[in-house]
């Protein structure tokens, strides 16, 4: 996304997306020295809304398994961590991005960690 491209771009080389030709994107909550904060409150809702809306119906049975359990779990309130565990080239990354967009189409925030060794 452009926020996070510009979050990348001032970090490494102190420029801002303008100063390299690139539009800056619309924050919705301008909350000083929290760039986290206001990348996560600033994706467009409505693109994300069309990418779950053209990815769901490409989930494989087991992906769609696990995003229906996940996506269940957040609507009921319930929460909690869920750990993602699968061979390479199973979609993992694919499952996460729709998840995550499902989430913040919905003005909500999202973060995805991820834990190694």
Do not use: W
Request: glycine share 12%; hydrophobic share 40%.
């Amino acid at each position: 996304s452009l926020t996070a491209i510009g979050d990348l771009l001032q970090a490494m080389c102190g420029r801002s997306l303008a100063q390299v030709g690139l539009p800056e994107p619309a924050v919705v909550h301008d909350l000083p020295g929290n760039a986290l904060l206001n990348r996560e409150t600033s994706y467009d809702e409505e693109i994300l809304s069309t990418v779950v809306a053209e990815r769901e119906p490409t989930l494989t049975d087991d992906q769609r398994v696990a995003y229906e359990g996940i996506s269940n779990r957040m609507a009921s309130g319930e929460g909690g961590i869920v750990f993602l565990d699968a061979p390479g080239g199973t979609g993992k990354t694919y499952l996460l991005n729709l998840l995550l967009a499902k989430v913040r189409s919905s003005g909500q925030i999202a973060l995805a960690v991820a834990s190694s060794g």
